[in-house]
Every structure is written in structure tokens, then in C-alpha cells.
């Protein structure tokens, strides 16, 4: 099956630093990207979709200045957290479709201190 | 868009069918139900998807009831590894035009808890 790829897979950094997240689909090129946030024992929230080439498009709360997302490549999006306080610690993951179908990295820890 | 309803959690004993139900009583006739599921600290997992009739693959059987209101997922002989939290979605095929229905939207899932 098709393969999403997600760096780094955990991160700790100071409150007020900036934190880049890297989503790639390995073997197929994807026509959107997505980003969701999962806080614990909760579910998976949409934060945002974005196209290759376009500006993303966030989901209703979802700061669009906070949350930048590059979409630069048909196999590339990476999701940047912008001065980052400990409430953003989450666990991110990424999503990547195809024409067929919608697949998953295996996310990302981020913790900020 | 089409919400879904699910237990929050279930037991199986390992070995045996695990039969998880979903209801959406409110889906379209052209959206699909879905079914992904979540390992911890994982990322979610595709396992199948129907529109209307019964699917079978490798990891699950998906059963649609007539009316297409409400679904069960089988996994035929649940190990300790099919411990997992289990999405189902509704929503537009990936290739049909639809916007933001073809988002995958998660609800609160079922947590299956196989036994030993």
C-alpha cells in the first residue's frame, strides 16, 4: 500500500520556538495533504487541507498564522508551528490522497516546555 | 454531512469474531462508509470501505444493511494486535468531486479490546 512518511516522529522544544514538521508520500503523488491534531484520549482533529501549488485552506479555530503550511511538492507538505506554547503540545499527523484513496503517517510528538 | 454513532468500547476474546456497529442514519446515497482504525500513538490505519454492498478484504468484512443506515465490521479472529481504536466515517469516494465532503472527519471511534 501507499506509504506516508512523517519527520521528525517526536520533538521537544522551548515555549516560543518554532517547530517544522516534514510529510512525505514515498511512492505516490499526492493531490492534497491534510493535517489533523489529536490531544490525548481524544480523537483526530482536522486542521487544515491543502493542495499543491495553493494556499491552504484551515478548519473553523485553527489559526492560519500560527499553523503555516507549504504544500510545495506533489509528495511534500510540511505543517510549521509558529512560536510554539506548551497548549500546542499534540500529537500531529499528517494525510496524504491520492485520486484513489486517503493515507496516513504515523504522526508526530510534539512537545513544548 | 453524515454523522456516524459508535459504542465507545468493546470487548473480544482473542480468536474469536469481533463485530463492531456503527449507525448512520443519516448518509446519502452517494456517500461511502469507511472504516479506519488507530493503534496507539499511531497513525490511523485505512481497513475498508463499502457503498452499499457487502465488501470482504484481507483484514475485515464490511456488512451494509439494506437501508444503508447502519454497518457492522467484522474481524474475523481478533489477536491482541486488532487492539485499536475503530473510526467509522461517511463520506464521498476520494474521486468524486464533493469538496468538503470527501474529508475524512473522525468522531470518537470505538476502542476494541481484545482479550487473551
Known amino acids: 500500500g501507499a506509504v506516508v512518511s512523517q519527520h521528525p516522529s517526536w520533538v521537544i522544544c522551548k515555549s516560543g520556538t518554532s517547530v517544522k514538521i516534514e510529510c512525505r508520500s514515498l511512492?505516490?503523488?499526492?493531490?492534497?495533504m491534510f493535517w489533523y491534531r489529536q490531544f490525548p484520549k481524544q480523537s483526530l482533529m482536522l486542521m487544515a487541507t491543502s493542495n499543491e501549488g495553493s494556499k491552504a485552506t484551515y478548519e473553523q479555530g485553527v489559526e492560519k498564522d500560527k499553523f503555516l503550511i507549504n504544500h510545495a511538492s506533489l509528495t511534500l507538505s510540511t505543517l510549521t508551528v509558529t512560536s510554539a506554547h506548551p497548549e500546542d503540545s499534540s500529537f500531529y499527523i499528517c494525510?496524504?490522497?491520492?485520486?484513489?484513496?486517503?493515507?496516513f503517517g504515523p504522526g508526530t510528538r510534539l512537545t513544548v516546555t | 454531512d453524515a454523522k456516524t454513532t459508535q459504542p465507545p468500547s468493546m470487548d473480544c476474546a482473542e480468536g474469536r469474531a469481533a463485530n463492531l456497529p456503527c449507525n448512520h442514519s443519516t448518509i446519502s446515497g452517494n456517500e461511502y462508509v469507511y472504516w479506519y482504525r488507530q493503534i496507539h500513538s499511531q497513525g490511523p490505519q485505512y481497513i475498508i470501505h463499502?457503498?452499499?454492498n457487502n465488501e470482504t478484504n484481507e483484514m475485515a468484512s464490511l456488512i451494509i444493511t439494506e437501508d444503508r443506515k447502519s454497518s457492522t465490521l467484522i474481524l474475523p479472529h481478533a489477536t491482541l494486535r486488532d487492539t485499536a481504536v475503530y473510526y467509522c466515517i461517511v463520506r464521498l469516494a476520494v474521486g468524486v468531486y464533493g469538496g468538503a465532503t470527501n474529508k475524512l472527519i473522525f468522531g470518537t471511534g470505538t476502542l476494541l479490546a481484545v482479550q487473551p
Open positions: 463499502g457503498l452499499k
Open positions: 494525510s496524504a490522497r491520492d485520486f484513489y484513496e486517503q493515507y
Open positions: 511512492d505516490f503523488q499526492a493531490t492534497t
